[in-house]
């Protein structure tokens, strides 16, 4: 652990850097995350949806809890930053592969073996909020797979793990609050995961061309602190330019 803490001390710009990747990754994961669950609580009576999605909370906090332990054996890996490159890179282009249908997308619970296994033994209730649980740990372990592929240093990890907690609730809502006045910060999020995406997948050069220049640069402190600015820039330009000329349109505007 103290190898770990040194190296943020040594490179505390850098650890910036990936903290605030590791926000956004997290965020928008959570924004994904919650928007499946609240699909699939609403056949439920009113009064049961905000118990299923709170039973849901706490499973997801008690999975990403067990995510941790594993979190120092998996960083051994070093084949996790491509993979979890490839997975940022799919879950971009899935989003615009899917631009062109319209609405939220439907989470059919009755193709789940687990629902309708449990569904006539515990009731729609109990069996909505055990699928809950299923889907709380695929998206534990995805978003911690996010986050041990972006860095092996275990504090940042357990970190980033923290920061997908408080997301879900926090800065999660804040992010569909600000998308829904700025739809076009969708797009903009959808980016950024796509360039985070394609870092992590040049760690495949890094790893079979350690002393090539390039390689050098991808694991510097410059490097890192650039990909932040950028990722940055992304939200910021279109926001900066809506507010001063209208281009991209709020809600309520014409659709560009």
């Not at 605030?20 to 699939?40: F, H, P, Q, W």
């Not at 650039?226 to 209208?246: D, E, N, Y």
Request: glycine share 8%.
């Amino acid at each position: 652990m103290n190898v770990h803490l040194q190296q943020i001390l040594d490179n505390p710009l850098a650890a910036l850097a990936i903290v605030g990747n590791l926000v956004i990754i997290e965020s928008l994961l959570s924004v994904d995350n919650a928007a499946v669950l609240a699909t699939m609580v609403s056949d439920l009576p009113k009064e049961q949806r905000h118990k299923a999605l709170r039973y849901g909370i706490i499973g997801a906090y008690v999975f990403r809890g067990l995510c941790i332990l594993f979190a120092s054996y998996l960083i051994q890996f070093w084949f996790l930053k491509p993979l979890g490159g490839l997975y940022l890179l799919y879950l971009a282009y899935s989003q615009f592969a899917n631009r062109s249908s319209d609405g939220e997308e439907d989470v059919d619970k009755q193709k789940s073996w687990l629902y309708r296994s449990t569904l006539g033994l515990l009731g729609p209730f109990w069996a909505t909020v055990a699928l809950i649980e299923l889907m709380d740990l695929a998206f534990s372990i995805d978003n911690v797979f996010a986050v041990v592929a972006f860095t092996d240093n275990l504090i940042l990890i357990c970190g980033g793990v923290f920061i997908g907690i408080l997301a879900m609730r926090l800065v999660a809502q804040a992010f569909v609050l600000l998308m829904g006045k700025y739809p076009f910060l969708e797009t903009a999020a959808f980016v950024v995961i796509g360039i985070l995406g394609l870092k992590l997948l040049l760690s495949l050069f890094e790893h079979f061309q350690p002393h090539h220049p390039f390689s050098h640069f991808l694991s510097s402190e410059a490097a890192d602190a650039g990909l932040t600015v950028l990722t940055v820039a992304v939200f910021a330009v279109p926001l900066l330019t809506s507010w001063l000329f209208g281009v991209p349109y709020r809600q309520g505007g014409r659709q560009g």
